[in-house]
């Protein structure tokens, strides 16, 4: 395959602190593959609904925003490297409490949802420390190509986690997962041990004593100002709130699909499939001359899959749709991301990495119980064919109505 296709792997090659980084994610996707199998499919085997297993995606979404708020603010103010370094050790306490409860004679749902809640505390702080140390670790010019790595590494996981937690909770059970996953867990802070200090951009006495609302303020009226930032926030919410339906796959597989629970594991391991695809051939991304048209068309593409999937009439049907779902969220993923943080000022990176994350975290959960609860009082075929039609709808107004984000240059191109 012709390298403008191959994924760029120079970051890796290049940067030490990349590769430490690198590694701490990998293990990080890895056990999150293998720990969202394992408590959707215990929560729908312990309540039989679909409406209980989006509720998961709030309790993780609902502490994660708020820590959100505050860990973008942390970001721009103190060394990022201990931030992210404590956060997954905190993590650590979210994992134990799920092997504890998988070990009691009849578990129960709300230290699962407390679990949860532990977690999404946790990755607030985390995930806008790792997005605003990004360009200081690898620089800006290579931001798409260690995001286009990251994607391949949580999507190769995302593939290798469901499959493996399928076959461990048929031999080992729940709490084989929650062992393994345990295990795991305890890695990534030992690799992040080995990055350098991060500490915050220089910035003047004023700014650096604002007060926590004021700075996210600040950052928010930024980003509104901003078609291109406004846009890259608002396109992933009309491809998230109206058209995730992955709180509904474990029903859509059994009772619509017929399939059992490695059916299951495959219809959850379809999209990485083909994430990890579009991750692998996305050397052309960095080379887009019309990066905003083509995020556009990824979403569109995005909520195209979705509204397949409810007239799939079999699983190898439904299968291809979940994977080219996968393939869109890839392109689309990678270029928001990197174009965000490509466009931010450095005194800004934490805080608006913070407001990225929160809608990228709070819409699909809002999404999930949407699709939740249509599938209480309407089929899931019609929820998802409505979903993807809203999507494809919203996605079309924000290209008309924002004409600067619309007219992206290519990445390469992009100025901070």
Known sequence: MSR???????????????????????????????????????????????LSVAMLSICVAAPM????????VLADRYDKRKLMMWSRTAHLGAVALLLINAMMDQPLLWPIYGSAAIAGTAAGISMPAFMAAMPAIVGRGN???????????????GIIGPALAGLLMMQWGTVGCYGVVA?????????LTRLPALPPPKAD????????FTALRNAFSYAMASQIIAGLLLIDVAATLFATPFAALPQFGA?????????IGLMFAAPAAGAFLAAFVSGWISRLERSGQAL?????????????????????????FLVAMGFAD????????????????????????????????????????????????????????????????????????LPGFRRMAAVSEAKS
């Open 183 to 191: 295990i795991g867990s305890v890695l990534t802070p030992l690799f």
């Open 205 to 212: 006495a004023p700014q650096a004593k604002q007060k926590v």
């Open 143 to 157: 931001l798409a190509a260690a995001a286009a790595l990251g994607s391949l590494t949580s999507q190769a996981s």
């Open 4 to 50: 403008l296709f191959l994924i760029d792997v120079s970051p890796l090659r290049d940067y030490p602190a990349f590769r430490y980084l690198f590694a701490a994610r990998a293990t990080t996707f890895f056990v999150l593959g293998i720990l969202n199998f394992a408590v959707n499919l215990q929560i729908y085997n312990l309540t039989k609904s679909a």
């Open 296 to 320: 556009i068309l990824a979403v569109c593409g995005w909520g195209f899959s979705v509204f397949a999937l409810g007239f799939a009439p079999n699983i190898p049907l439904a299968l291809v």
């Open 255 to 263: 009772q619509v699909l017929n399939g059992d629970e490695r059916t």
């Open 65 to 72: 925003t708020v820590s959100m708020l505050f860990g973008g």
């Open 330 to 401: 890839t392109v689309s993923e990678v270029l928001r991301g990197s174009l965000l943080q490509q466009h931010t000022p450095d005194h800004l990176l934490g805080r608006l990495s913070s407001l990225w994350l929160i809608q990228a975290t709070l819409t699909p959960a809002l999404g999930n119980v949407a699709i939740g609860a249509l599938a209480e009082t309407q089929s899931l075929r019609i929820s998802f064919a409505l979903g993807g039609t809203a999507c494809l709808l919203a996605a079309l107004a924000i290209a008309l109505w």
